[in-house]
């Protein structure tokens, strides 16, 4: 792998956790930073895995979580996930990565709970991200994503591209139905 080359594990339903960290911790040792790992909030794990990632000196891309999971396994409840949304991000700003330009990402649409955090798009005051960027998918609240430049937030799209762009257009699609759109054409 490139030194260079920022590479981020996403996270998929509560089943895979375990064998997602696992593999985590591998590439962690081998590649450092710039490797990153998924953590979804709604999960109630999710403060000590953070711990965890974090002691390792690892990097982290904070998001709500996509799959459905039981009341066992994660916050069922709207108000309680972006509750936990709205708490991590404190304890990722206190602690930052040591090598330069590399931040902790909070992936997010959420433009409402990104103010609450300084890292909204309508603030007028320089931003507060300190250790902290934003990502956001391909398509979505793009009206948003000019205004994060230039409050000059840390800021990235990602897009779906490769081999296995289909299974991953599919997962979105479940999330949503709405990402329809991105198929059958965009305003
Ligand atoms: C960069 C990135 C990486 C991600 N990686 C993972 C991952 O590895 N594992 C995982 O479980 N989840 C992942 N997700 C998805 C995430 O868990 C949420 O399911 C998703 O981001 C929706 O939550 P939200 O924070 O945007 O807030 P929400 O409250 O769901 O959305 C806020 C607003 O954004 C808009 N919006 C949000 N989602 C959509 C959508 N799909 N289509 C159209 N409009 C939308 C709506 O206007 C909505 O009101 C990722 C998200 C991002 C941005």
Redesign the pocket.
Same mark, same amino acid.
């Given at each position: 792998m490139g030194a260079q080359v920022p590479l981020w594990l996403?996270?998929?339903d509560a089943t895979y956790v375990d064998r997602t960290l696992d593999l985590y911790r591998r590439l962690l040792l081998r590649a450092g930073p710039r490797v990153g790992i998924?953590l979804?909030a709604y999960l109630h794990r999710t403060p000590m895995d953070l711990e965890e990632v974090l002691a390792a000196a690892g990097r982290i891309?904070l998001?709500?979580?996509?799959?459905r999971a039981s009341a066992a396994h994660a916050l069922q409840d709207r108000a309680a996930v972006d509750g936990a949304?709205l708490v991590l991000p404190e304890r990722l700003a206190r602690e930052p990565l040591t090598e330069p330009g590399l931040r902790h990402v909070l992936?997010?649409?959420?433009l409402g709970l990104l103010e609450r955090l300084g890292l909204g798009p309508a603030g007028n005051s320089p931003p507060e991200s300190g250790p902290l960027s934003v990502?956001? =998918?391909y398509g979505?609240?793009e009206d948003a994503w000019d205004a994060l430049v230039r409050r000059d937030i840390p800021f990235r799209v =990602?897009i779906s591209y490769g081999a296995h762009w289909y299974p991953w257009f599919m997962r979105?699609l479940a999330?949503?139905t709405?990402?329809l759109r991105f198929v059958l054409g965009r305003k």
């Open positions: 996403d996270m998929e998924c979804q891309r998001v709500k979580g996509a799959y949304f992936g997010t649409h959420d990502q956001m =998918l979505i609240q =990602l979105r999330e949503r709405s990402n």
